[in-house]
């Protein structure tokens, strides 16, 4: 009685392990720069399926399909942000979509959805978030440090990321370490234009180990996703070590200089760097060799060990 069942079920079965639609990938950057192009890549394996259609959505709302048994194979809808002068057509088709001269307003969610043509009709869809960037106009400025700092004076400097969209993620180092977060203020303001400044103080108390011959080098960086990047520096001297100067020695920007860390939205992947810099946490040089201190933990255990051994005799009479 259930034979014509059992006969379905492994029928389905058969056809969906000969025919699947799978591995949907959408591989974009998550951010372009404004007026640049974008280029979309729709990976799937359709294991014996046919392709049915193609379509990309931003949101909810389709605005491109790619039907390879129609004529044309490809149609064009208007939504937000992208009209047909949008897609460059030689370069769109079944597994790629380019947009060109992106406007803030293409920033937002896309989607490319497959279908498979019989005898599976099977639809899967992939994702990702498109951030579209404005960058800075103008250049990163460091401001409020002195030339000559003595011991124990307050050491405050400032780093100004102008307008951008999103705004500017800024990080600071000292003498190639990075800053703890806890000596950082970091604020956004938004610009008559729309656009968001960064500003981002870093604050320390000058002790002896922040200064190598003398000399403090103190950098802040700016970046927004991968897509830009820029950064400031300056050296001050330790008053009374012989350094002259009436200003703070060095005013470079390094246009391609990459974060030690950041502290605003997403972020690149962070470089190797030589541990934290902070005014309570470096009260002495650490030791050259590591094995010339012996951690807490290792410590106890020792204690632990010789209080046992100690008291073993007395606890068997």
Same mark, same amino acid.
């Given at each position: ?112 959805? %497959?279908?498979?043509? @019989?005898?599976?009709? *099977?639809?899967?869809?992939? #994702?990702?978030?498109? =951030? /579209? &960037? ?83 080098? %103190?950098?802040?960086? @700016?970046?927004?996703? *991968?897509?830009?990047?820029? #950064?400031?520096?300056? =050296? /001050? &001297? ?80």
């Amino acid at each position: 009685m259930h034979a014509p069942l059992v006969l379905l079920f492994l029928t389905v079965a058969l056809y969906k392990g000969t025919f699947s639609l799978r591995d949907v990938k959408l591989i974009v950057p998550d951010a372009v720069r404004l007026g640049e192009s974008l280029s979309f890549n729709c990976i799937f394996q359709l294991e014996g399926d046919s392709l049915y259609t193609v379509k990309w959505y931003k949101y909810q709302d389709e605005f491109y399909r790619y039907t390879p048994k129609e004529s044309p194979p490809t149609k064009v809808f208007a939504v937000n942000g992208i009209t047909e002068n949008s897609i460059q057509k030689d370069k769109s088709n079944g597994t790629q979509l380019t947009l060109r001269k992106v406007t803030k307003e293409m920033s937002g969610l896309y989607s490319c959805e %497959v279908s498979a043509d @019989a005898p599976s009709f *099977q639809t899967a869809p992939a #994702s990702r978030t498109i =951030t /579209v &960037v404005e960058p800075p106009r103008g250049k990163l400025i460091m401001s409020g440090l002195k030339s000559k700092y003595r011991l124990g004076d307050v050491i405050v400097a400032n780093c100004t990321a102008p307008g951008s969209k999103p705004a500017a993620n800024i990080s600071w180092s000292i003498n190639n370490r990075i800053a703890e977060r806890k000596h950082v203020t970091q604020r956004q303001r938004i610009l008559d234009d729309d656009l968001e400044q960064t500003i981002s103080t870093l604050k320390i108390h000058a002790r002896h180990y922040h200064f190598i011959d003398g000399r403090l080098n %103190v950098k802040c960086g @700016a970046s927004i996703y *991968q897509v830009y990047w820029e #950064s400031a520096e300056r =050296t /001050v &001297v330790l008053d009374g070590m012989g350094q002259h100067g009436s200003g703070a020695l060095g005013n470079n920007e390094h246009q391609g200089w990459t974060p030690l860390w950041t502290n605003v939205g997403k972020h690149t992947p962070l470089p190797p760097t030589e541990g934290f810099i902070g005014e309570e946490d470096l009260l002495e040089p650490a030791p050259i060799n590591g094995a010339a201190s012996m951690s807490l933990g290792h410590l106890e255990v020792l204690l632990f060990w010789l209080t046992s051994a100690l008291l073993t005799p007395f606890c068997q009479q």
